[in-house]
């Protein structure tokens, strides 16, 4: 939908309820708490309206296909509710799975058959697996909100200096990071290595370390203010997000309509909050 016909659109349900249910501002927007209220409501009705979807398919005729999509922990924490329902509109007849797991996993689940298909953010370039690339994302700085530099924009080598909580050498954010660290004759040096975000977020919280994420694993601690964010740049921090199946595997998967739905995805994610999200 274009961003002016879904402003419309909310304007329009502003003024049927009588309240203002977005904060707008330079970087997006923010629900108000008649917006949060509201909010609710919608995920219940739309699981409603899922629920009722999947009580129709015994009368449809013709067999479910099922489906298991590998999605990254900030993927699932932007649109994973999203996705659910986007499928059920457009491909009724596909029983979809999510697993949760950080990239080098999912391409790991994907050679051990476990996975039909995966969006990750994995690096390498495997001949077994068809890769389409979806969208390019900026990852930031974060740190505790009262350890925040005052500029909105912080340097890499400066980046480099802080005591880094990252998480674990195998994950795609470390490769990263370190392969632009060698590029400019730097060395990494992590403090914390963990391999749960959740233990590296509560460290910066704490005012432990600071580390380098997507914003969409740390939304919520970042809209609530535990957490702030700084855009990296010199040079930026950029990872690409690809659509990844196996080549002897494909099925639903290469089909018209389940393609369609990769792009749907891709576009809600692009239109997420946090900085510079590129389609390709």
């Known amino acids: 939908m274009a961003q002016t016909a879904l402003g419309m659109q909310i304007r329009n349900l502003e003024e049927e309820l009588g309240v203002t249910l977005l904060e707008r501002h330079s970087r997006g927007v923010t629900a108000t708490p008649a917006g949060e209220v509201l909010n ?23 067999t479910d296909v099922q489906v298991s999509l590998g999605l990254t922990p900030s993927i699932m924490r932007l649109v994973g509710d999203d996705i659910l329902v986007e ?21 790991r689940l994907l050679q051990q058959g476990e996975l ?7 690096p390498d370039d495997d001949p077994a697996f068809v890769r389409t690339a979806l969208l390019e994302e900026e990852l930031c700085y974060l740190v505790a909100a009262d350890l925040a530099p005052p500029e909105e924009t912080i340097s890499f080598r400066k980046v480099l200096t802080a005591d880094l909580a990252l998480t674990g050498r195998d994950d795609a954010v470390f490769r990263l990071v370190d392969g632009i660290a060698r590029s400019l004759s730097m060395e990494l040096k992590v403090a914390y290595e963990v391999q749960s975000i959740r233990a590296v977020k509560n460290l910066v919280a704490k005012g432990i370390a600071a580390t380098i994420m997507p914003y969409g694993a740390a939304e919520g601690e970042l809209r609530a203010g535990v957490l702030k964010a700084r855009v990296i740049v010199a040079p930026s921090v950029i990872r690409t997000l690809f659509f990844v199946y196996p080549k002897d595997r494909g099925g639903v998967v290469e089909t018209p309509e389940f393609r369609r739905f990769v792009e749907a995805v891709a576009q809600r994610l692009a239109t997420s909050p946090g900085p510079v999200i590129r389609l390709l």
């Open 40 to 62: 609710r409501y919608a995920d219940d009705v739309i699981s409603l309206l899922n629920e009722a979807r999947q009580a129709m398919r015994p009368f449809q005729g013709g």
């Open 87 to 107: 499928l059920a509109k457009t491909i009724p007849t596909v029983s979809l799975r999510l697993v949760e797991e950080f990239s080098f996993v999912l391409m």
């Open 116 to 122: 039909t298909a995966a969006l990750t953010f994995a």
